[in-house]
T-cell receptor, first 114, second 114 residues
Framework: DQQVKQNSPSLSVQEGRISILNCDYT??????FLWYKKYPAEGPTFLIS?????DKNEDGRFTVFLNKSAKHLSLHIVPSQPGDSAVYFC?????????????FGTGTSLTVIP | NAGVTQTPKFRVLKTGQSMTLLCAQD?????MYWYRQDPGMGLRLIHY???????AKGEVPDGYNVSRLKKQNFLLGLESAAPSQTSVYFC?????????????FGSGTRLTVV
């Protein structure tokens, strides 16, 4: 059963507008969350993280919000740029995972229209 | 600095054939992972290793074996390939859980089993 879910397979946004990508999880033991960005024919690259002790983390145009009670996190990209067009994966890990294993969502393909 | 290197990048196998995928990292990371990516399924963990000489099963380990004889290398073996193992395989590495900076991924191996 999928422990991390991204229910929107795709999203299209105009350049300059905000992109909001959503992620839900089911395991209440998850305490660390990551977002990865993936271009075709490349491996995922780390984008931004958030720990469960925070509800927001910001890095330039990228902000991740965590709502622990709803088991939901979101990634905001402002302003969106054509180079942001990629597949975005959220991933979650629990402190009890001694191997630092992350569980990934199915990904959201973002298209930023010039 | 090469990061994480996967070989080969592409391979076509016949059902029943065997092969080994090689992952090499030059970042002195303790932890290494093998994931597979399938449409609509996201990335799923096959096996992982928390140090030289150690291996452990992930979410989907059946049909695969792994070895970590040297810290920098993590091998994924398919003893008798099946069409269900057609996928894109990603290797990743990370520091130990302390710090928890996420993974560095390789660029992937696209495997087709016919």
């Amino acid at each position: 059963d999928q422990q991390v879910k991204q229910n929107s397979p795709s999203l299209s946004v105009q350049e300059g507008r905000i992109s909001i990508l959503n992620c839900d999880y089911t395991n209440s033991m998850f305490d660390y969350f990551l977002w990865y960005k993936k271009y075709p024919a490349e491996g995922p690259t780390f984008l931004i993280s958030i720990s469960s002790i925070k509800d927001k983390n910001e890095d330039g145009r990228f902000t991740v919000f965590l709502n622990k009670s709803a088991k939901h996190l979101s990634l905001h990209i402002v302003p969106s740029q054509p180079g942001d067009s990629a597949v975005y994966f959220c991933a979650a890990s629990a402190r009890e995972n001694t191997g630092n294993q992350f569980y990934f969502g199915t990904g959201t393909s973002l298209t930023v229209i010039p | 600095n090469a990061g994480v290197t996967q070989t080969p990048k592409f391979r076509v196998l016949k059902t029943g054939q065997s092969m080994t995928l090689l992952c090499a990292q030059d970042m002195n990371h303790e932890y290494m992972y093998w994931y597979r990516q399938d449409p609509g399924m996201g990335l799923r963990l096959i096996h992982y290793s928390v140090g030289e000489g150690t291996t452990a099963k992930g979410e989907v380990p059946d049909g695969y074996n792994v070895s970590r004889l040297k810290k920098q290398n993590f091998l994924l073996g398919l003893e008798s390939a099946a069409p269900s193992q057609t996928s894109v395989y990603f290797c990743a590495s990370s520091y130990s859980r302390v710090g928890n900076y996420g993974y560095t991924f390789g660029s992937g191996t696209r495997l087709t089993v016919v």
